[in-house]
């Protein structure tokens, strides 16, 4: 660490998230970007999130109200994989192929699909190997992508080193498809695809969910118990009619998680206005402040936060990465300052 810093100063444009002093030996949380979208289903460009992220970091303040000291908190960025850009392009290319058949009722290749898919699980490996090979070194890994389907192969490192976990998840969507338009690891089948093949997740815990169908609902009803769905409906009426307030609702949603929590967090769970680019936004959704406010309970509450993510940080506009990276900042804190650690 470069003791000279001022973590009042500007920040120099070093490589690392707000020009922050630290390298991977002196990191406490390493950020992993993924720029990965091969199956997104609406609007492309969360692939480039993570550098939008890093761009619009240097002129964020280093202050935080809840944690003393914060800069203090050794963070490091690493350079995404290689290859996964180009990996990424190319499959997106097929998929859009496929896509664009399903959708006007053409005929598809089968041959395409099962490409996208053995794509999709290479891009699960290299995650995989890449998350065990930091936690082994004690790191706490913040995935930084591209779409939602990310996080997959962090989850399954994460089940290696964790008996028993709970998942988080703050988004507009269910993610509870199976194989949605063919692919088998779609962004919109993350958490079907955790739930059937990670025994070590305990729970599910969804919150601003506001567009989903009916099937997803039907799969987490049939969990008997293991996926629970605050939806953005429940969360607002419960608020409009007077029957809770938001600090009891983080404590009802606090109360169905276990000891060790992971986070996984679609930027389009909040409101549209604070990342319109993301890949597939919907009106509605919450605050940062609300944001705020869920974390820092998590991080008083005497629970474990053992690893993040952040995905669908679109590109088209630097203030998507404006709101990124005060997210990203916020996660990384309250995970390395987890009371219950």
Not at 18 to 41: C, H, N, Q, R
Not at 247 to 268: C, M
Not at 314 to 319: F, L
Request: net charge negative.
């Amino acid at each position: 660490m470069d003791k000279t810093f001022d973590s009042s100063a500007f920040a120099a444009k070093n490589g690392n998230f707000i020009g922050l002093p630290y390298d991977m030996d002196s990191a406490k949380v390493v950020f992993l970007p993924i720029p990965w979208e091969a199956t997104v289903s609406y609007r492309s460009g969360t692939a480039d999130g993570p550098q939008n992220i890093l761009d619009a970091s240097y002129q964020l303040d280093l202050l935080d109200w809840d944690v003393q000291d914060a800069w203090e908190t050794p963070m490091f960025w690493m350079n995404a994989p290689e290859a996964i850009k180009t990996l990424s392009e190319s499959t997106r290319k097929l998929a859009v192929t496929h896509i664009d058949h399903l959708e006007n009722q053409k005929q598809v290749d089968q041959d395409i699909v099962r490409e996208v898919n053995a794509r999709s699980t290479q891009l699960n490996n290299i995650v995989y190997e890449n998350c065990k090979t930091l936690l082994k070194d004690k790191k706490i890994v913040g995935l930084v992508g591209g779409d939602h389907s990310v996080p997959f192969g962090y989850l399954k490192a994460l089940s290696e080193a964790h008996d028993a976990f709970g998942i988080l998840q703050i988004d507009a969507h269910c993610d509870l498809r199976k194989a949605y338009e063919d692919f088998d690891y779609s962004h919109a089948s993350i958490f079907y695809n955790v739930l059937e093949e990670n025994t070590s997740v305990q729970k599910l815990v969804q919150l601003g969910i506001r567009d989903t169908c009916e099937a997803e609902v039907n799969y987490a009803d049939a969990q008997q118990g293991r996926v629970k769905i605050f939806s953005n409906a429940y969360l607002r009426r419960s608020v409009f009619e007077g029957k809770k307030n938001f600090k009891d609702l983080v404590a009802d949603i606090l109360d169905e998680l276990p000891e060790k929590i992971y986070i996984s967090f679609d930027i389009d769970g909040m409101d549209p206005k604070y990342c319109p680019n993301t890949g597939t936004p919907v009106p509605g959704g919450m605050e940062i402040e609300e944001i705020y406010y869920l974390l820092e309970s998590i991080r008083k509450s005497g629970k474990q936060i053992i690893g993040f993510d952040l995905c669908e940080v679109g590109s088209a506009d630097e203030w998507d990465g404006n709101v990124g990276a005060r997210i990203l900042y916020k996660l990384a804190l309250c995970a390395a300052n987890c009371l219950g650690s």
